[in-house]
T-cell receptor, first 116, second 114 residues
């Protein structure tokens, strides 16, 4: 079974500053995918960034980047130049294909508040 | 625009009542999922379906039932056997073949007890 740990229940950051959200996971699988989802107050789940485990290069999407350390089973999210619209819950998710369907394990989330 | 539509946005259940949450997708995805979200617990899988007329229990299926009569639709019924149904419910879908793609989510339904 997979587990995903987000050890920071809440974080805050000043607007325009940089913040890093941590995520660790435990698995015996070798082929898997990692995602960060954002859930703003509207409650919609929005994909922020994805990382394939077989890729060594860290994924980047505009102001969002990850630090993927496969050996350490760590997958942190860095948000640069934080904006007020980044205020949301952030969920780390681990995905494998199991018996034909996508088995996804979510962390409990980190609540990020961007302060003006 | 393609996407997932969940309805209603808010739902209230009386004691002993079954209620059904709707989930419709026009993404032509084979697989659909239902998650329950509680504060401090992230998302937990209730049921999933890989193909029409087939579905499997997830981690917390007790007190819930589903059907998959059409590819586009995957309704969730919260039965009276679910003693603590108050939560936020999210429906998702994904493709089944090829490289793994992230799940797409609907906007959710908040269920409360009257």
């Amino acid at each position: 079974a997979q587990t995903v740990t987000q050890s920071q229940p809440e974080m805050s950051v000043q607007e325009a500053e940089t913040v890093t959200l941590s995520c660790t996971y435990d698995t015996s699988e070798n082929n898997y995918y990692l995602f960060w989802y954002k859930q703003p107050p509207s409650r919609q789940m929005i994909l922020v960034i994805r990382q394939e485990a077989y890729k060594q290069q860290n994924a980047t999407e505009n102001r969002f980047s990850v630090n993927f350390q496969k050996a350490a089973k760590s997958f942190s999210l860095k948000i640069s130049d934080s904006q007020l619209g980044d205020t949301a819950m952030y969920f780390c998710a681990f995905m494998v294909r199991a018996g034909g369907y996508q088995k996804v394990t979510f962390g409990i989330g980190t609540k990020l508040q961007v302060i003006p | 625009d393609g996407g997932i539509t969940q309805s209603p946005k808010y739902l209230f259940r009386k004691e002993g009542q079954n209620v059904t949450l709707s989930c419709e997708q026009n993404l032509n995805h084979d697989a659909m999922y239902w998650y329950r979200q509680d504060p401090g617990q992230g998302l937990r899988l209730i049921y999933y379906s890989q193909i029409v007329n087939d579905f499997q229990k997830g981690d917390i299926a007790e007190g819930y039932s589903v059907s998959r009569e059409k590819k586009e639709s995957f309704p969730l019924t919260v039965t009276s056997a679910q003693k603590n149904p108050t939560a936020f419910y999210l429906c998702a879908s994904s493709i089944q073949q090829g490289e793994i793609q992230p799940q797409h989510f609907g906007d959710g339904t908040r269920l409360s007890i009257l």
